[in-house]
């Protein structure tokens, strides 16, 4: 276990809030995850289930029902008292929205013990557009994880110049006992320094195929072949799941909005949300 961090909270469960909550309770800590409604935890608990099924196919030490234990030992809940009442540390991975992240955290600073850590894993949001509203400038920072966790185990730890230094490490700490590589930031950078790489590559595709370029398919392939990539843009956007793209270009710029437009009306709208949903820029089988 990792210093004074026993009990986790997670809120979210998409696709990387479900991942990281999965991940933080198969390494042995006590973990809580919230979603809205019941609906969301009825999804979440499919996901537990999905990846207690990679985990034994891919994580070693996951088989004789490790897995399967770790998702049923995750504690499902749409109270976010409940939720916060315990927790060490409180990870926010709720939609990409500046105004509901800050909702969320000022109704959490009024909920969780003075002691609690407050983590976002906001991919392009500053934490210092947060942290006053946690109530908690000196226990808040940023914590962001890559998709697919068990594979792609980076753990981004940002503060602000607000952030307790000691606090600091025990995230760092934390990181590295569920399994992650800590990839300390020395000051705030939007993006990070994953998604200040991926999301222009990402962007530049989209602008590609919605100004009528070049068909996904065709920009995927030319990215594979010429770089040696294992997957091209739009097979890494079906990944994320094309809400949270969306959701960071409907916030940012007029060329953003434009792609924001595209995806909505040609993908999103169409029930066409990525791998989870069965069907993005490439139709999967269940």
Same mark, same amino acid.
């Given at each position: 276990?990792?210093? /004074? ?27 809580? &995850? ?5 609906? &969301?935890?009825? &999804? &979440? ?24 234990? /770790?998702?049923?030992g995750v504690t ?134 919605a100004g009528g ?29 094309? /809400? ?43």
């Open positions: 276990m990792s210093g /004074t961090i026993r009990k986790v909270s997670v809120l979210g469960t998409g696709v990387l809030g479900s991942q990281i909550a999965f991940q933080t309770a198969f390494h042995g800590f006590e973990v809580t &995850a919230y979603d809205i409604n019941d609906e &969301a935890l009825t &999804a &979440a608990h499919e996901r537990f289930d999905k990846l207690a099924t990679t985990y034994r196919e891919q994580v070693p030490g996951a088989g004789d029902g490790k897995a399967e234990a /770790t998702a049923a499902l809940t749409s109270d976010l008292a409940e939720a916060a009442r315990d927790a060490d540390l409180i990870i926010e991975a709720v939609p990409e929205v500046l105004s509901i992240k800050q909702d969320t955290y000022r109704r959490l600073g009024e909920l969780a013990p003075e002691h609690t850590i407050f983590a976002t894993n906001s991919s392009t949001l500053l934490p210092s557009d947060m942290r006053d509203a946690t109530g908690r400038p000196d226990r808040f920072l940023a914590l962001h994880f890559a998709n697919q966790v068990w594979h792609f185990n980076t753990a981004e730890v940002m503060g602000t110049e607000d952030t307790d230094p000691k606090v600091y490490q025990v995230v760092v700490e934390f990181a590295r006992a569920i399994g992650m590589v800590p990839i300390e930031l020395h000051k705030e950078k939007a993006g990070y320094v994953l998604n200040s790489l991926l999301v222009p590559f990402l962007n530049s595709a989209m602008a590609l195929a370029y070049a068909e996904p398919k065709a920009v995927d392939e030319t990215w594979r072949i010429g770089t040696g990539a294992p997957a091209g843009p739009f097979q890494i956007l079906d990944i994320v799941g094309l /809400t949270t793209p969306y959701n960071i270009l409907v916030n940012s710029g007029e060329e953003g909005k434009k792609l924001a437009q595209w995806l909505k009306s040609e993908y999103i709208d169409k029930g066409k949300l990525g791998l989870a949903s069965g069907e993005g820029f490439y139709r999967y089988n269940a």
